[in-house]
């Protein structure tokens, strides 16, 4: 994905303004930067979820594949299907495990049972849950642990086979144990898939991803290799959040 | 400083207002559990000697002194039927399009608003005069001018308009426990959907309504069972005194059991001989309405487990 001139407001409040990044395919992007940057403004205008709060205004350019998502024509919900998102607290529908997962494929007009549950299957594999609820699948998924719910609604979103998974924070609410299987998770879909992930925590930007970008007050700036971006920055700002001096 | 400071003492009182509040609103819930106690207790006690199987079973008899109050019963049950069937789709339609489609600034949705809240406000005789006015004069004598030669068919009081009268007293009520029941929905759940590729549609009838429901269904109920006893709106509209036979058709007469409290207490020409009948049937209208209640109670502590196990 590319974004070019990016800007996002809030009514008249500028959230984001100028962002030209690119995300490259199949590697990991992270997004680090003090609170109120932007950071979540900017994933959510990579699958048009700002178009569902009242008064935001986009403009510029994003790209998927070559073509532009804000562009005449294009229906919001065909991007969000190229496009999945999880978010900072993971959101199980109530619904059995199984239908949290399939809900996606439903959805998108799906029929055939078995296609459905192998898809199932396969996500919640891919997700490092299959192991856990291979036996509940017909239980809520409001039963599960925090960090279960969580890779639950990773493999929801990874059941629908997207090409881009936005991550926003996907564990700030967990315990370190927790933490510390999203993490694996993500590092394990390196390659496989392009994914673009918020973060407040610098050890875990190191750890699984292959750029980090760096947003201050609504402006990227910085981005690059995170081995550069944590240990050789060209900006005096990044080097300021990152040695912990302010945010 | 030393003004503000408090009294360096531990042993007495200074919450002498706390005893009087706790006093004065223990009392009100004594009293009101008490004038309780007592309606239903009478209502009970009188009725229940009358409450026999032929009495739910049969018909009035020897100018109402005997027999029972079957179509008055079949009468209130069909009536609310017909009500629920009318005004449940429109209410939740309506509350649907009020928060998921209008944007609260747009006018027409502060319209729908004001006429909703104020419509809750209107006394229910009113509803009854304007079923007579608009149902019966307007639109039924419509009806018979084009369908049936001019002839009376449903440009006369029955079951059908009744039904519509009544939907519109219950529609706000529904409309605005939808509309409570769907904005209590958490936003997240939304996004999680939307964010899946789901239309605004599949979000709605896949994750909305069904993590609404308990509400929707709880505060339906609730209108319902407050519609089923109400006697004013029905009254001009298509409520009988007393009928050889029960209602087959939409635009037939029929009885109802509130209307036939009033027609026992006010109508008869013996009261000693309608008194069993009366509170009979007055219980039988409260355990009616009892059961709509319960089931009410049922499904909201059935959906509180449910979202608890969500915490
Ligand atoms: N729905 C909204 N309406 C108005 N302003 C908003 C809205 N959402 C975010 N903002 C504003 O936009 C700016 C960027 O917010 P954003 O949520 O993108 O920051 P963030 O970097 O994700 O912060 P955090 O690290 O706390 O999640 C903030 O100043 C915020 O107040
Ligand atoms: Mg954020």
């Known amino acids: ?54 008064g935001v205004s986009v403009t510029g350019h994003v790209d998927l594949d070559g073509e532009p998502i804000y562009g005449p024509n294009v229906d919001p919900v065909l991007v969000r299907r190229r496009v999945g998102m999880v978010f900072q607290r993971s959101n199980p529908f109530p619904k059995s495990i199984f239908e949290n997962v399939a809900y996606g494929l439903r959805i998108a007009g799906m029929r055939e049972r078995d296609v459905i549950a192998e898809r199932v299957e396969r996500a919640l594999r891919h997700a490092a849950l299959w192991d856990e609820v291979k036996d509940r699948l017909p239980e809520s998924g409001l039963g599960l642990s925090g960090g279960q719910q969580q890779r639950l609604c990773i493999a929801r979103a990874l059941a629908v086979e997207p090409e881009v998974l936005l991550m926003d924070e996907p564990a700030s609410a967990l315990d370190p144990i927790a933490t510390a299987k999203i993490e694996d998770l993500v590092a394990d879909l390196r390659g496989e898939l392009t994914i673009v992930i918020v973060t407040h925590n610098m050890q875990q930007a190191a750890r699984v991803s292959q750029r980090t970008g760096f947003f201050y007050m609504g402006r990227l700036v910085e981005v690059g290799e995170t081995s550069q971006v944590f240990t050789r920055p060209r900006e005096r700002e990044t080097e300021d959040y990152i040695t912990g001096r302010f945010g | 400083m030393s003004a503000a400071a408090p009294p360096r003492r531990l042993v007495g009182t200074v919450r002498h207002g706390d005893r009087a509040l706790q006093t004065v609103t223990l009392g009100s819930v004594v009293l009101i559990l008490a004038m309780l106690v007592v309606l239903l207790g009478d209502v009970a006690l009188g009725g229940a000697r009358t409450l026999t199987w032929e009495f739910l079973t049969a018909a009035p008899r020897d100018g109402m002194t005997a027999g029972g109050v079957f179509p008055a019963i079949f009468g209130t049950v069909a009536l609310t039927l017909l009500m629920t069937l009318a005004a449940v789709p429109a209410g939740v339609a309506t509350a649907i399009y009020l928060t998921e489609f209008a944007s609260t600034e747009s006018r027409l949705a502060r319209l729908i608003r004001v006429s909703v809240s104020n419509l809750a406000g209107v006394p229910s005789i009113v509803f009854g005069l304007f079923g007579l006015g608009f149902f019966i004069a307007t639109v039924g004598k419509a009806i018979d001018g084009v369908a049936f030669g001019g002839q009376p068919t449903y440009g006369k009081p029955c079951l059908l308009w009744s039904s519509l009268t009544l939907a519109i007293l219950t529609l706000p009520v529904v409309v605005v426990a939808t509309e409570e029941a769907i904005l209590a929905v958490p936003r997240e759940l939304r996004d999680g959907s939307l964010a899946l590729g789901a239309t605004r549609m599949q979000t709605i009838l896949r994750v909305v309504l069904p993590e609404a429901m308990g509400g929707i269904l709880t505060g339906t109920i609730l209108a319902v069972s407050r519609g089923a006893g109400e006697v004013a709106p029905i009254l001009f509209t298509g409520v009988a005194y007393y009928l050889p036979y029960l209602p087959s058709h939409l635009n037939d007469p029929f009885m109802s059991l509130g209307y036939h409290v009033y027609v026992l207490a006010t109508q008869s020409p013996d009261v000693d001989r309608t008194k069993p009948l009366l509170y009979g049937t007055a219980l039988v209208l409260l355990i009616l309405t009892f059961l709509l209640n319960l089931a009410a109670i049922w499904i909201r502590s059935r959906t509180r487990r449910h979202s608890r196990a969500a915490a």
């Open chain 1, 1 to 54: 994905m590319r974004a070019r001139d990016l800007c996002v407001r809030y009514g008249q409040k500028v959230a984001i303004k100028d962002v030209d990044i690119d995300v490259h395919t199949n590697q990991v992007l992270a997004l680090i930067g003090p609170s109120g940057c932007g950071k979540s403004t900017f994933l959510r205008s990579l699958n048009r979820m700002n178009d569902t709060v009242p």
